[in-house]
């Protein structure tokens, strides 16, 4: 009854039509209808991110109204939850649950746990950034690379990696074809431009990087360089991540002299993987390799994943069974960790599959 006859108040203060402007309350009004709509009355409907009637109005479309109204309609939009003390609440910057998730969740990748929490924590810490944050993950597929940028954005983001101020780019699924780069130049510098704008704070994925296209990177260099802005936009609160299995041979030609002689893999460092890395990567074949990107330095960290182990595949299996909220034990997680397939393979050292495909394989092991 009271969100009806605050409709109705609505309503009826944006009928003056001397005092306020129409435009901007009727996305005002607008806004609000269909946040009670979908989460007060539950109607039948999916909010689009791209939909401006689905975004937090902001300040300007508030200047027709008195400071009083204005107090009282912000009072009660945040007793429905819809506001917080950053500002901005699609995004949250939780260091602590990054740094908690990268630990508990994340299997055999010391590394990778280091690196990325540094350089996350010292990006947010450091609003006055003089550029955006781009990290380069390398190694096999299974090591973690596409788990961790869900990590991160789970922990920046309220939603996640469906946030709409998070978006995800697949080199061979968005940009398929090498005779429309000058195409998906326009269309991927625009995407960002937008987003850069609506957001404050962005996150920028790019899974199988080392498939796109030279140009198609170039493109978008500038935004990842040393300016306070391009074209009148500043890009210094983005975040670019790009995922790639280049340098996988030499992180695992690494990982296994450790393991020839004796020593523990966790005594592996950055300075046993870091030039190799950043070797391979410029030697590679592919966009990736190719671009200003590599030649400009404008890489922050490279990341390497390591390969994974015996233990670390039941360490992912005992995840999977615990995430169907099934109880499981050594034995059953052995029969898993077997099924998967090793190199050396009469060693069964590391797994040649990694942990992307054990949420599926388990279920051959369901009674």
Request: proline share 4%.
């Amino acid at each position: 009854m009271f969100v009806r006859w605050f409709l109705v108040l609505l309503w009826a203060q944006s009928g003056g039509a001397d005092l306020f402007h129409f435009d901007s309350i009727s996305n005002v009004s607008t806004y609000y209808f269909n946040y009670i709509y979908c989460n007060i009355w539950e109607g039948e409907c999916q909010p689009n991110q791209d939909d401006a009637t689905q975004q937090v109005p902001t300040r300007d479309l508030w200047a027709g109204f008195s400071q009083d109204y204005i107090s009282l309609l912000h009072q009660w939009y945040c007793s429905l939850g819809q506001c917080c003390d950053s500002g901005d609440c699609r995004i949250t910057n939780n260091i602590t649950g990054l740094a908690r998730d990268l630990q508990t969740k994340l299997h055999g990748q010391h590394l990778a746990q280091s690196v990325v929490l540094k350089a996350i924590q010292g990006f947010v810490n450091n609003p006055e950034s003089n550029k955006p944050l781009t990290l380069s993950f390398h190694g096999w597929s299974g090591t973690g690379k596409n788990f961790v940028a869900r990590i991160i954005a789970d922990n920046l983001y309220r939603d996640g990696v469906k946030s709409e101020c998070v978006r995800l780019f697949i080199a061979p699924f968005h940009f398929p074809h090498a005779r429309l780069v000058d195409t998906y130049k326009g269309q991927l510098r625009e995407a960002i431009r937008d987003m850069v704008l609506r957001c404050p704070q962005t996150l920028f994925i790019f899974d199988e990087a080392e498939k796109l296209h030279p140009g198609l990177i170039d493109a978008i260099k500038p935004f990842m360089d040393h300016y306070d802005n391009v074209d009148g936009v500043s890009y210094r609160r983005a975040i670019f991540l790009f995922l790639s299995n280049i340098g996988g041979a030499a992180i695992n030609d690494v990982a296994l002299d450790f393991w020839h002689s004796g020593q523990n893999r966790e005594d592996i460092g950055m300075e046993d993987l870091e030039h190799r890395l950043r070797a391979e990567t410029i030697e590679s074949h592919g966009g990736f390799a190719q671009s200003e990107l590599m030649s400009g330095h404008l890489i922050d960290f490279f990341v390497p994943f390591l390969p994974l182990e015996y233990r670390h595949i039941k360490l992912c299996a005992r995840d999977a069974y615990a995430a169907r909220g099934l109880e499981t034990d050594e034995a059953t997680l052995d029969e898993v960790a077997k099924a998967m397939l090793y190199v050396p393979k009469e060693e069964r050292l590391f797994s040649a599959q990694g942990c992307k495909s054990i949420p599926q394989r388990i279920n051959f092991f369901l009674p």
